[in-house]
Nanobody, 115 residues
Framework: EVQLQASGGGLVQTGGSLRLSCATSGFAFDDYAIGWFRQAPGKEREEVASITSTGSTNYADSVKGRFTISRDNAKNTVYLQMNSLKPEDTAVYYC?????????WGQGTLVTVSS
């Protein structure tokens, strides 16, 4: 069974940092890209960052230079290091992978940035 579990969210002040983790199991982690999405209250879900199986990364313009996605293939885990956090980063953050034809989502972790 494919599973993704996001963790690491919490309450942080503006300018602070958090590191999210996405622990996975049930599939050949090394072979798949993993993405982080977020959904703020009243807004649509948006992609934040992604990392391919070979380590290539992509970021939303809103987080470039502040967030860093990485993966540890030995631990089947993807991380999202978030620095210089802003109130507009407040959202539930989800990790996801696509194993064609299905998408698998983690349960989400809440990040709240206070002003």
């Amino acid at each position: 069974e494919v599973q993704l579990q996001a963790s690491g969210g919490g309450l942080v002040q503006t300018g602070g940092s958090l590191r999210l983790s996405c622990a996975t199991s049930g599939f050949a982690f090394d072979d798949y890209a993993i993405g982080w999405f977020r959904q703020a209250p009243g807004k649509e879900r948006e992609e934040v960052a992604s990392i391919t199986s070979t380590g290539s990364t992509n970021y939303a313009d809103s987080v470039k230079g502040r967030f860093t996605i990485s993966r540890d293939n030995a631990k089947n885990t993807v991380y999202l290091q978030m620095n210089s956090l802003k109130p507009e980063d407040t959202a539930v953050y989800y990790c996801v992978t696509m194993i064609w034809p299905d998408e698998y989502w983690g349960q989400g972790t809440l990040v709240t940035v206070s002003s």
